[in-house]
Nanobody
């Protein structure tokens, strides 16, 4: 049973950056695609980005250029680098592994001055 643990959320000013991490414990997650999702105020959970086991990224069109997904298979960890953050990026960010379809517990990102 895979356990996904997100970290790296917090309070950041508009225009700032954060790097989120998703550590996978208890699985061979390196062999599977993974993704980031988010739930912002008043909206349903939405897809942010995916990364294949080989490191090929895909992004939601509205976020491409500001967000970068990556992974370190030796550490069983996936990352989301978020730059030029906007108040509307505020929300809970979740990671997901696509073999087990498990979710992490989420990490809160707040973009505010």
């Amino acid at each position: 049973q895979v356990r996904l643990v997100e970290s790296g959320g917090g309070l950041v000013q508009p225009g700032g950056s954060l790097r989120l991490s998703c550590a996978a414990d208890g699985s061979d997650s390196r062999w599977y695609s993974m993704g980031w999702y988010r739930q912002t105020s008043g909206k349903q959970r939405e897809w942010v980005a995916d990364i294949s086991s080989g490191g090929e990224p895909k992004y939601a069109p509205s976020l491409k250029g500001r967000f970068t997904i990556s992974r370190d298979n030796d550490k069983d960890t996936m990352y989301l680098q978020m730059n030029s953050l906007k108040p509307e990026d505020t929300g809970v960010y979740y990671c997901r592994e696509y073999y087990t379809h498990n979710w992490g517990q989420g990490t809160l990102v707040t973009v505010s001055s």
